[in-house]
C-alpha cells in the first residue's frame, strides 16, 4: 500500500477554518481512499475504528472534548497492545527454559 505524504497541515487548517463542509468532505475523501487501498483484514479494522471515531466526533459537545474520547480510545488499545506483548514475551520466555528443540533454533 502506498501512503500520500503530500499533506501541508496549514492548508487543510485553513479550509477547516474557511470551509468546514469541504474539509470534511476533503477529510472523508482521503479516509475512504485510504481504507480502500488497504487490505481487506486492515480495512474491516480501519472501517470499524472509523466508525468508532465519528461516533465520538458526534456525540461531542466540541473538539476538545471529541479529542479527549478518541485520545483515551487510543490509550485503551495501547493498553491491550501492551498486554498482549507481555503475554508473548513470558511465552518466549517459557518456551526458552523448556527442553524445546524448537527454542534452540
Not at 78 to 86: I, K
Not at 87 to 102: C, F, H, I, M, Q
Request: charge should be negative; charged fraction near 30%.
Amino acid at each position: 500500500m502506498l501512503i500520500n505524504t503530500d499533506f501541508h497541515f496549514h492548508e487543510w487548517a485553513f479550509l477547516a477554518q474557511v470551509d468546514p463542509d469541504a474539509f470534511e468532505l476533503r477529510r472523508r475523501t482521503v479516509l475512504d481512499q485510504f481504507l480502500r487501498d488497504s487490505s481487506d483484514r486492515q480495512r474491516l479494522l480501519g472501517q470499524g475504528l472509523q466508525r468508532e471515531i465519528d461516533a465520538a466526533r458526534r456525540m461531542s459537545a466540541d473538539p476538545g472534548e471529541a479529542l479527549s474520547v478518541i485520545s483515551r480510545m487510543l490509550w485503551q488499545q495501547v493498553g491491550f497492545l501492551c498486554e498482549g506483548l507481555n503475554d508473548l514475551s513470558d511465552y518466549v520466555k517459557r518456551l526458552e527454559g523448556t527442553d524445546n528443540p524448537a527454542a534452540r533454533l
